[in-house]
């Protein structure tokens, strides 16, 4: 069966300072990847997507970005975080239209 | 541009009774539907979905609703249980990669 990984699971970091948020999936090939943040009292917003390795697209202009360096890894990183990052961030998978969400990571920028 | 929306952001129920919750959309070209259950702090996990050739699906207790012409899907849970609390997404996707979601609802079921 197929399962998500993500790390960590809570993340508290000072404005300014890198972030790097990991995803994996097991159980799957070349799955679609997705990145999604959801703000507090907001519905899930789609970061990033991607359809096979080396490929992203961004759907928000923002301070983060995404990549694929390999076919089941997924990583959002920015260099700059900036107070509004802070959220709750899911990597997803997905064979077809349905999405299946990792346990999420809840960041919070101080 | 919030394409699906979910106008309540809460609902409380007494356990045993019947749960709606009511989703719109503005885009006609959504053609597949999707409910998501999400409890705090963890990933949301599927619930139901229908597609836009049917205007029922049902699943054990969750059954969800399609109007096309009204561009409206319901959720309906019966009976309610003290389990079923938690925020409720309602998704929608026109076949390709991007799935947008509602606001969510948030479903208190008293005892």
């Known amino acids: 069966s197929q399962t998500i990984h993500q790390w960590p699971a809570t993340l508290v970091q000072p404005v300014g300072s890198p972030l790097s948020l990991e995803c994996t999936v097991e159980g799957t090939s070349n799955p679609n990847l997705y990145w999604y943040r959801q703000a507090a009292g907001r519905g899930l917003q789609l970061l990033f997507y991607?359809?096979?390795?080396?490929?992203i697209s961004s759907e928000v202009p923002q301070n983060l970005s995404a990549s694929r360096p390999q076919d089941r890894q997924f990583i959002l990183s920015s260099k700059k975080l900036l107070l509004s990052d802070s959220g709750f961030y899911l990597c997803a998978w997905s064979v077809g239209t349905g999405r299946y969400f990792g346990p999420g990571t809840r960041l919070t920028v101080t | 541009d919030q394409q699906v929306k979910q106008n309540s952001p809460s609902l409380s129920v007494q356990e045993g009774r019947i749960s709606i919750l009511n989703c719109d959309y503005t885009n006609s070209m959504f053609d597949y539907f999707l409910w998501y259950k999400k409890y705090p702090a963890e990933g949301p996990t599927f619930l139901i979905s229908?597609?836009?050739?049917?205007d029922k699906n049902e699943d054990g207790r969750f059954t969800v609703f399609l109007n096309k012409s009204a561009k409206h899907l319901s959720l309906h849970i019966v009976p309610s249980q003290p389990g079923d609390s938690a925020v409720y997404f309602c998704a929608a996707s026109a076949n390709d990669y991007k799935l947008s979601f509602g606001a969510g609802t948030t479903v208190t079921v008293r005892a």
């Open positions: 229908i597609s836009s050739i049917k």
């Open positions: 991607s359809v096979g390795i080396g490929q």
